[in-house]
């Protein structure tokens, strides 16, 4: 079982930067995949970000490539997602999962998931 919490969100204005956590817990929790990914009223969830266990095997969705960075600290049991150059489409709930299988993630698909953490850019 892995338990996962968001933190980090709040209102920002459109260029400003948000650094989101996710702490993990759980005997196994620094052996699985984990993402980012967000929804936003009236839109499905959609991928952010992904990381395997090892730190390796990194990947971004398109729209926030070049401006978004996930990173973890598995000594810290702690997922990040540095948001810098923030536009007020990226306004959302963002939420962090951990999966056995990398490949799901960028499925949407996790195993276990955070409860979310607002994050609202304005314009």
């Known amino acids: 079982q892995v338990q996962l919490v968001e933190s980090g969100g709040g209102l920002v204005q459109n260029g400003a930067s948000l650094r989101l956590s996710c702490a993990t817990s759980?005997?196994?929790?620094?052996?699985?995949?984990m993402g980012w990914f967000r929804h936003a009223p009236g839109k499905e969830r959609e991928f952010v970000a992904a990381?395997?266990?090892?730190?390796?095997?990194?990947a971004y969705a398109d729209s926030v490539k070049g401006r978004f960075t996930i990173s973890r600290d598995n000594a810290e049991n702690t997922l990040y997602l540095q948001m810098n150059s923030l536009k007020p489409e990226d306004t959302a709930v963002y939420y962090c999962?951990?999966?056995?299988?990398?490949?799901?993630?960028?499925?949407?698909?996790?195993?276990?998931w955070g409860q979310g953490t607002q994050v609202t850019v304005s314009s």
């Open positions: 999962a951990a999966d056995r299988d990398y490949s799901r993630l960028r499925s949407v698909v996790g195993d276990y």
């Open positions: 990381i395997g266990w090892r730190g390796l095997g990194i």
């Open positions: 759980g005997r196994t929790a620094s052996t699985y995949a």
